[in-house]
């Protein structure tokens, strides 16, 4: 439990801090959940092909073959999520696969020496798991991964069973309420629940 000490420090420490001011600090923290992309607003991350995910949601289309605005928005939805699992797959690789060698200065003098290019780990581009690793430091990677995991799945199949309700309802069969209820905890606690 924080102490209303420890509180009073947090508020005046959060009055320091405003955030980035430059504009090339600006940028960076817009691209903060670009990362790894699990969070991203985008579908579509840097690094993923344009053509993939119009293939990919062209075959989920023409198997799920939504009739209507609300039945497409449905199917928009399980595109995105089901793009995302994948991309949970690439960043899971990631986390098993190990980081490159780290260079010692003399190699890296040498490399200029002989006029190589330089590859030191500040130009070096991070994979999608290191991103991940690096971002999740102060937990367990793979369990946030997991969570993260857990959340896109749950909305894959909310839409999924929704649009299979709609898609029964459209074709005159009984859709019962249902049988799964999504409960939201948050302000439980000012209920008295």
């Not at 990919?56 to 939504?66: D, H, I, K, M």
């Not at 839409?159 to 999504?182: I, K, T, W």
């Amino acid at each position: 439990m924080t102490t209303p000490a420890k509180s009073t420090a947090n508020r005046k420490n959060a009055l320091r801090s405003t955030g980035p001011r430059t504009p090339e600090g600006k940028a960076v923290a817009a691209r903060n959940a670009l990362r790894h992309g699990l969070l991203s607003r985008e579908v579509l991350v840097p690094n993923e092909s344009q053509e993939d995910l119009e293939a990919f949601g062209a075959r989920l289309r023409a198997e799920l073959c939504p009739v209507g605005e609300l039945e497409a928005l449905l199917v928009d939805r399980i595109v995105s999520s089901a793009w995302r699992l994948r991309r949970v797959l690439a960043v899971e690789a990631g986390l098993f696969s190990p980081p490159p060698p780290i260079r010692s200065a003399m190699d890296l003098d040498f490399r200029k020496l002989i006029g190589a290019p330089e590859e030191d780990e500040e130009t070096r581009e991070l994979t999608v798991g290191e991103h991940f690793h690096n971002d999740a430091h102060k937990t367990d990677a793979f369990s946030k991964l997991s969570r993260y995991e857990a959340g896109i799945e749950r909305a894959l199949f909310r839409a999924l069973h929704e649009l299979q309700r709609l898609q029964a309802a459209r074709g005159g069969e009984f859709v019962p309420p249902p049988v799964a209820v999504d409960v939201a905890l948050h302000g439980a606690a000012e209920a008295g629940v």
